[in-house]
């Protein structure tokens, strides 16, 4: 009788707690989608700019943490924010601009991309180089998958935009960025 009375007394208790409990990340934001337009050049890719007829000033060159490239007789140009054509107008017109060039043809493409990060219940967690059309499950694949505990529906994902960086919850087939942060949640058994 009285182990009657506390397992029904302690039955609504139990109960409330279940209903109460949610999955890690469960609360995050969806994850936007990414905005049209061109790849934004950021810290940590590496270009290869070419000036047509100017071998000296044509090289692999590293996108600095402050969004910056390092250019011989030019010096530093803002290549953050914007993509490979915003890029090469620049340099173009600081050629022009210092009378180094009087009509600069300039290209700019990314050798390397920034890398992703990967975290929490993978095999091999660490820092990865990103590919374009990468989703979080090719990711979790390159962190040689999942752990047994993984939560394997939805992922967060740490993003970059418009300045600031903020948490979402993704699915597995969402795209990845460069710069990602990838985390896995442990799932609730």
């Known amino acids: 009788m009285v182990l009657r009375r506390v397992l029904l007394g302690g039955l609504p208790a139990l109960l409330t707690g279940c209903a109460a409990w949610q999955a890690p990340g469960y609360n995050l934001p969806p994850l936007p989608a990414p905005p049209p337009g061109p790849y934004k050049l950021g810290p940590g890719d590496v270009l290869n700019i070419r000036v047509y007829d100017q071998s000296q000033m044509s090289g692999s060159y590293h996108v600095d943490d402050s969004g ?6 030019l010096g530093l140009v803002n290549a953050g924010g914007g993509g490979t054509d915003a890029l090469s107008t620049r340099i173009a017109q600081a050629l022009q601009a210092k009378q180094l060039i009087l009509h600069p043809s300039v290209a700019v493409e990314v050798s390397t991309y920034r890398p992703f990060y990967i975290l929490g219940e993978v095999t091999t967690p660490g820092q990865y180089p990103y590919r374009p ?23 967060g994902v740490t993003r970059n935009i418009g300045g600031s ?25």
């Open 68 to 73: 910056y490239v390092d250019l011989p007789l």
């Open 133 to 155: 059309g990468m989703t979080v499950l090719t990711g979790v694949s390159i962190a040689a998958g999942f752990t047994y505990r993984a939560e394997t529906a939805y992922v």
């Open 165 to 189: 960086a903020a948490q979402y919850r993704a699915p597995t087939s969402a795209m990845v960025q460069p710069g990602d942060v990838i985390t896995v949640f442990e799932r609730r058994f």
